[in-house]
């Protein structure tokens, strides 16, 4: 068994395991700040994917939202990152819209990508190189599409940023309309789709954004920081998902003129 299968046989089990657990009630515990949940499903599932990920291959690292591998310092090896719940608020609050993401890199290219939406039994997931696929579907390659014509994905509260709203509301103004879905990483799958047309962001951690980027990779969608550098999956990172000339644009013309303030905002990330 490859890696790769290894690795979607084990994200539909932990999808189930979540549907199972969901019946019970949810235990939700604050981080950082009031709105900075995690409940114990994110955290059994990280545990899941975790130990049976360390039984099958010891020497894989995995970098995980929860608590595993945030010391890694550098990406030799297979590296797995993992969110175990991406959209834990809307898994609170609607129990639907969130996912799972798991992105696995061997010396720090893309080898496999998986966004596993639970609730509506979808799995995105890719072997670099082969094509992505929506469940048993291959997904085709992106078509090119205006902003003017697109719609976007983006979160309202980095429009009411003093610094940042005015960098991104031009973005908004210029779109067809924008939506938040409040899962970065389905909202780089619906990128990968041709649902949203690009998808924005000013602040992700690794484990938010790695399974989808290798699946957005697969359909020649383009996925960079702001100033237009490759994401890293050892520290945070501001995020624009496009198909490559939108991606042009988005760079060229509405980020280059806020560099000093990119430049700042990376700066705090290392
Ligand atoms: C969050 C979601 C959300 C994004 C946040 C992430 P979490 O992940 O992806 O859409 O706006 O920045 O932290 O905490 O639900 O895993
Ligand atoms: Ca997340
Ligand atoms: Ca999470």
Same mark, same amino acid.
């Given at each position: 068994m490859t890696v790769y299968e290894f690795a979607k046989g084990l994200i539909l089990e932990a999808g189930n395991n979540v549907t199972k657990i969901m019946q019970q009630e949810i235990e939700i515990e604050t981080k950082? #700040?009031? #709105? $900075?949940l995690v409940t114990n499903v994110d955290k059994a599932t990280e545990k899941f994917l975790f130990d049976n990920i360390k039984k099958t291959y010891p020497n894989h690292a995995v970098i995980g !939202?929860? /608590? +595993? /591998? +945030? $010391? &890694?310092s550098e990406t030799s090896g297979v590296v797995w990152v993992v $969110?175990?719940? $991406?959209g834990t608020l809307n898994f609170v +609050? %609607? %129990? !639907? #819209?969130f996912a799972i993401s798991i992105g696995i890199f061997k010396d720090g290219e893309p080898y496999a990508g998986f966004v596993y939406d639970v609730i509506n039994n979808v799995l995105y997931h890719c072997k670099a190189g082969e094509g992505a696929y929506e469940n048993e579907r291959l997904l085709p390659t992106l078509i090119e599409d205006i902003l003017e014509k697109s719609i976007i994905g983006i #979160? *309202?509260?980095? &429009?009411?940023? *003093?610094? &940042?709203g005015p960098m991104l509301q031009p973005i908004v103004e210029d779109s067809r309309s924008a939506r938040a879905y409040g899962s970065a990483a389905l909202e780089i799958v619906y990128v990968a789709t041709g649902k949203l047309g690009a998808y924005i962001t000013p602040r992700l951690q690794p484990w938010d954004f790695a399974g989808g980027m290798i699946i957005l990779n697969e359909v020649n969608g383009r996925a960079t920081n702001m100033l237009g550098e490759p994401l890293s999956i050892l520290h945070p990172n501001s995020v624009v998902v496009a198909n490559s000339s939108l991606h042009e644009n988005l760079i060229h013309n509405y980020f280059d003129n806020y560099k000093d303030t990119l430049i700042a905002l990376h700066e705090r990330f290392k």
């Open positions: 950082s #700040n009031p #709105n $900075d !939202e929860e /608590g +595993h /591998g +945030h $010391d &890694l $969110d175990p719940i $991406d +609050h %609607q %129990q !639907e #819209n #979160n *309202p509260n980095w &429009l009411t940023k *003093p610094k &940042l």
